[in-house]
């Protein structure tokens, strides 16, 4: 298993950019796909963005396509988040998590290890 620390957030006014990042602690997580997930208070969590093992393939949901971009440094044992023109419906703690499955797919049920998370709050 991998161990993962977020670090990154804060606030950040209506339109700012943030940029988070996922760093990963293990030998095999070149070969685990990452995603972001956030929860707002008194809302599920929600999946953000996803990126495979070999960083071929990334993911998006619908809300932040074309604002945010995942992307990885596997030399670095790293995963960025890279958050531009922010909205204060984004305000929520974001984790990063390791899939084992190696995909990164919003739907992965390999999700095993997470962070801790970071905050974000976005001001209007």
């Known amino acids: 298993q991998v161990q993962l620390v977020e670090s990154g957030g804060g606030l950040v006014q209506a339109g700012g950019s943030l940029r988070l990042s996922c760093a990963a602690s293990?030998?095999?997580?070149?070969?685990?796909?990452v995603g972001w997930f956030r929860q707002a208070p008194g809302k599920e969590r929600e999946f953000v963005a996803g990126?495979?093992?070999?960083?071929?393939?990334?993911y998006y949901t619908d809300s932040v396509k074309g604002r945010f971009t995942i992307s990885r440094d596997n030399a670095k044992s790293t995963v960025y988040l890279q958050m531009n023109s922010l909205k204060p419906t984004d305000t929520a703690v974001y984790y990063c998590?390791?899939?084992?499955?190696?995909?990164?797919?919003?739907?992965?049920?390999?999700?095993?290890?997470w962070g801790q998370g970071t905050q974000v709050t976005v001001s209007s």
């Open positions: 293990g030998r095999t997580f070149r070969s685990y796909g």
């Open positions: 990126i495979g093992a070999s960083a071929g393939s990334t």
């Open positions: 998590a390791a899939d084992r499955t190696g995909w990164g797919t919003p739907q992965s049920l390999g999700y095993d290890s």
